[in-house]
DNA sequence: CCGCGCACTAGACCAATGTCTAATGCGTCG
DNA sequence: CGACGCATTAGACATTGGTCTAGTGCGCGG
């Protein structure tokens, strides 16, 4: 039975991806390994890899920003350790990683040893933060922590549309992408909007903000 | 003619304004200071006293998050120097600040012998960072700074009914809140779509959040 | 095997949002 | 002063958003 160790890469930079999967190899050796560049294919893959032992997931894929992804995620699989990785690596962000249920931190600053290092100490069981970082007994914010219940609590379909929604998304468009009719959006939309506890969709999109991270802009000097 | 120096405090705390009031004597002696809790007392300090030398703007105030306050009045005065003041002091942050056109940043932890070297270089005219932060040669994201322009754009009215919006209200919620028709509200929307370039309020809200800054969520251990 | 709950689908209907047209008032420039 | 631009106001109308009701398919416990 016992297979090998099964890993998901989420991150919608391929080349990072590579980097992210090498490491795996290096530190677990032969490695089943599930790559996701998309939201949906990070939900096809946790719904049809039940047995993953592991995830990687990026704070910054296209439809998915902060930690609501990692929200949705861990109330389906609660006993799926999940390692954010992300190009941010302020210690204010890490906590909030870890308060919402990550098992690890790895900025994407970091050099491969360290990498591997995370990986390794996340996989045997514990938890895992860049070097210097204190995980004091802080606690998130009201909202944000009621917004993560919440949004831990939508269906697969719901919480895509809600991030859609998020992106600023007419009902018609959603429908149109999605490949069903306008009407089937709307019902979705009353589901969410219901289980989010807000009125209209201008609400539900701020929740979905409560829980974002603000996104490094990081383009340096003006070239040289 | 040559009056006193007059500033303008912005911050929802009273007993923050306060604080920062005495430093502006321990620096300048005698001032005139004009206080404002809210954004419209804010707007209105503005638009009555343009020969103000100086605004203290606290990032986080009922209402205003991030740096829409900043870009808004920087479009209005653009000669009146303003000094963001916030809990957060992430060197990220900072810069956004001055790349927003601040001339000088203040994290709420400073001592006030900081606060007051702080104040006195800006009122020389000089940009003033805390100790330790460089001012590196970044540059805005793309999408926030065509926001920032946008919004800078917005006549003050347009400009509070948007801030109304980023907070999930409706047309006639607003309306009602500003004395005015809903029909009034609508024809503000219409305009302040066409300003940021939009279609719907959802998206109109998105911009505005592109300003935003992560707030400091910094309640700390669970009480003693 | 059957019933039950739930996710998903959708149409009809009502409420909120956004557009178009237009009137008023105010400051500026000629 | 008078013409003009612009912010503000508002009503009529079109579009979008959201609720209600209801049918279908699927998994789970009796």
């Given at each position: 039975m016992d297979a090998r160790t099964k890993i998901i890469v989420a991150d919608d930079h391929p080349l990072f991806r590579e980097a992210l999967i090498h490491a795996i190899k290096g530190c677990v050796g032969a490695a089943d390994v599930v790559e996701a560049a998309t939201l949906e294919s990070l939900q096809d893959a946790v719904e049809d890899h039940v047995d993953a032992d592991l995830?990687?997931?990026?704070?910054?894929?296209?439809?998915?920003?902060?930690?609501?992804?990692?929200?949705?995620?861990?109330?389906?699989?609660?006993?799926?350790?999940?390692?954010?990785?992300?190009a941010n690596d302020?210690?204010?962000?890490?906590?909030?990683?870890?308060?919402?249920?990550?098992?690890?931190?790895?900025?994407?600053?970091?050099?491969?040893?360290?990498?591997?290092?995370?990986?390794?100490?996340?996989?045997?069981g514990s938890v895992w933060v860049p070097d210097g970082v204190a995980l004091e007994a802080t606690r998130l914010d009201q909202k944000e922590q009621s917004n993560a219940d919440a949004l831990a609590d939508l269906t697969p379909h719901q919480f895509r549309v809600l991030l859609m929604i998020a992106e600023g998304l007419m009902n018609k468009q959603i429908a149109y992408q999605l490949g069903v009719s306008e009407a089937t959006i709307k019902a979705h939309v009353t589901a969410i909007l219901k289980k989010l506890g807000v009125n209209n969709r201008t609400q539900a999109v701020l929740a979905v903000k409560s829980l974002d991270v603000e996104q490094k802009a990081f383009n340096g000097t003006a070239d040289g």
């Open positions: 995830l990687l997931l990026d704070l910054h894929m296209p439809g998915v920003t902060g930690f609501s992804a990692l929200a949705y995620i861990r109330n389906r699989r609660e006993m799926l350790p999940t390692v954010i990785v992300s302020e210690p204010a962000t890490i906590r909030r990683a870890i308060q919402h249920g990550a098992s690890g931190f790895i900025p994407k600053s970091s050099g491969m040893e360290t990498i591997e290092a995370a990986l390794g100490a996340v996989i045997a």
